[in-house]
């Protein structure tokens, strides 16, 4: 299997971390091809703008929808867009790795799709939901939260965290076409000590070493 791993956290020695690198060399080790998207490392600029192309349609006015179809029909996305649009293509399987912020995306992850579901080459001309340019691949969201699991279910005070989760789940990843897996959430990985942050990473080691016989989930009702 292909594997694409998207990361981003600003702390090199962060548990976020520990999961990322552990995630690419269990896999690896499994025998599936891997590649990477370390938004920190690479200093990715999250921020749309016409630099996501070498060339526009319109240079008065800036439509990013329509200059993603120009792009897409002309070929010419800028160099770091067209490349982390390849990986996805490439992939079978897409792991987010990424603390949970304002119930949402880190602003850096969250640009990375800005600029790189590009319509016209990612979604568009009726390519969405389940006629999608990604249907067959799958989708897990990997994270951290700051808070304990039991202020994520229903009725706790931050509400039930399949519906946090189900606007990146439903509004960005089975829009493009992708079957979404079940998130692997570590609730506040800081109150942990050590032995508890290697029992965690263990379990997800164990859980990636099957990830390939896993199913999709059902974001409306999980």
Not at 77 to 82: K, L, M, N, R
Not at 164 to 186: A, E, M, S, Y
Request: aromatic content about 14%; proline content about 5%.
């Amino acid at each position: 299997m292909r594997v694409l791993v998207v990361y981003w956290h600003p702390e090199p020695q962060s548990f976020n971390a520990a999961m990322f690198h552990m995630a690419c060399a269990t896999l690896m080790a499994a025998g599936h091809e891997v590649k990477t998207s370390n938004l920190y490392e690479m200093n990715f600029d999250p921020v749309s703008s016409r630099k996501n192309f070498t060339t526009v349609k319109d240079p008065t006015y800036l439509k990013l929808q329509l200059e993603e179809m120009n792009a897409t029909e002309l070929g010419c996305f800028a160099e770091d867009v067209e490349n982390e649009i390849s990986k996805i293509e490439w992939c079978d399987l897409m792991i987010w790795q990424f603390p949970l912020w304002w119930f949402g995306l880190p602003a850096v992850l969250k640009g990375w799709v800005d600029r790189v579901f590009a319509m016209g080459r990612v979604y568009g001309y009726g390519h969405i939901y389940e006629t999608g340019v990604f249907r067959g691949k799958q989708a897990l969201l990997s994270l951290t939260t700051g808070g304990p699991e039991e202020a994520y279910h229903k009725c706790a005070f931050n509400g039930d965290i399949n519906g946090i989760l189900r606007p990146i789940h439903r509004g960005i990843l089975q829009f493009v076409g992708f079957d979404v897996l079940k998130p692997h959430i570590v609730y506040g990985p800081v109150h942990m000590v050590d032995e508890q942050r290697k029992v965690v990473l263990d379990a997800y080691a164990t859980r990636l070493q099957g990830i390939h016989t896993e199913y999709p989930i059902d974001v409306g009702i999980y």
